[in-house]
């Protein structure tokens, strides 16, 4: 059974499912916002608040053309969307890691660079890569050489593609590793969602921890991202926001703090509602097995010697007495005693 411990919790089969709200950059470039957007993180239920670090010389040249919709982020270069929010540097990202702790969330912030990998390591207890980064061998390298669990995001990629990612992970050090379902598709139409895709990684890497890092527009029940859980995803991702009205960037898809309280009240109530594997009656059915079952009743008058057929015996509840399930071993035996209608039979009735 494949398990990974992330910060203070491990995960296995069975697991409750750690929650990644990725503010991303929707905190605009504001350190303030940024430690609010923690806070409403913490107060929903989140384990972890990640960001992301990048600078936009480093991440996307000046002819990088969006790749988004953009009638909701109208900007049309990814180097001019990058560098509306590449203002953090390591001081920030300090503090953020700080105010996690203060707060009791994990911090997390995906790297985009070789700068990024070092300077946020003491900070974070595992890497996010992210899916445009799963062909990228030197930056896999150097992140597994950390020897820090990785998530890594499989959107847009091909099983081969995955396969190379993972193999490189592996050979530089990385020993635990969760694979990510995920859709490059801003937003992801429910029809895209493909959550079977969970069912497909745990078959294709049964040796490994499978996720969902969600880009779909956040419904009333939450019931994408539950569902992810149900088909087997131990961690769940998805962007968040404070304002899920705001215009451009990560908004208009993410998740607020009440979609991440009715996550977790799905979570906690299905959690609870699973149970246990094997079947077997619980005690609570102990009732319902004694009173609601049938037992074998005589149906007519019987004397003592008479001979039992089909035609004298029905089956009524309780189960007070010989079961319907011993129907063929009762025909044919012979009335102990005179037997009234109605009456339960028990073995003792019989010779």
């Not at 990202?93 to 995906?110: M, N």
Request: charged share 25%; glycine share 6%.
């Amino acid at each position: 059974m494949p398990s990974v411990t992330l910060g203070s919790r491990t995960l296995r089969q069975g697991s409750r499912p750690y929650v990644i709200a990725e503010i991303g950059v929707n905190h605009g470039g504001s350190l303030d916002l940024a430690m609010h957007l923690i806070d409403l993180a913490r107060e929903g239920g989140a384990d972890a608040a990640k960001f992301q670090t990048y600078k936009a010389d480093r991440i996307a040249s000046r002819h990088s053309p969006a790749y988004w919709d953009t009638r909701k982020e109208p900007t049309r270069s990814q180097f001019e969307l990058f560098s509306k929010y590449d203002s953090f540097g390591a001081a920030e990202y300090e503090r953020l890691a700080r105010r996690c702790q203060d707060v009791g969330i994990d911090f997390v912030s995906t790297p985009f660079d070789a700068g990024a990998v070092d300077f946020l390591e003491p900070m974070m207890p595992f890497y996010k890569v992210a899916s445009a980064d799963i062909t990228n061998v030197p930056l896999l390298r150097q992140v597994a050489a950390k020897g820090k669990p990785v998530l890594l995001s499989t959107g847009a990629s091909t099983l081969a593609e995955i396969d190379m990612a993972v193999a490189t992970l592996a050979v530089a050090g990385c020993d635990q590793l969760v694979l990510l379902h995920c859709v490059l598709n801003y937003p992801c139409p429910n029809r895209n969602a493909n959550l079977d895709m969970i069912a497909g990684l745990q078959r294709v890497y049964p040796e490994r921890v499978i996720g969902y890092s969600d880009h779909t527009v956040p419904d009333e029940g939450m019931l994408v991202m539950t569902a992810a859980w149900l088909k087997g995803a131990l961690v769940l991702e998805k962007h968040f926001t404070h304002d899920k009205t705001l215009a451009g960037n990560d908004h208009y898809h993410a998740m607020d703090v009440r979609d991440l309280k009715k996550l977790q009240e799905n979570l906690t109530l299905l959690n609870e509602a699973q149970g246990q594997e094997h079947k077997q009656p619980l005690p609570e059915e102990g009732p319902a097995r004694e009173h609601a079952r049938r037992s074998i009743v005589v149906d007519r008058d019987l004397k003592a010697g008479d001979v039992i057929s089909a035609s004298d015996i029905t089956y009524k509840r309780p189960a007070h007495g010989i079961s319907p399930a011993f129907w063929d071993e009762v025909i044919g035996r012979r009335a102990a005693h005179d037997l009234q209608a109605d009456h339960i039979l028990l073995w003792e009735d019989l010779t």
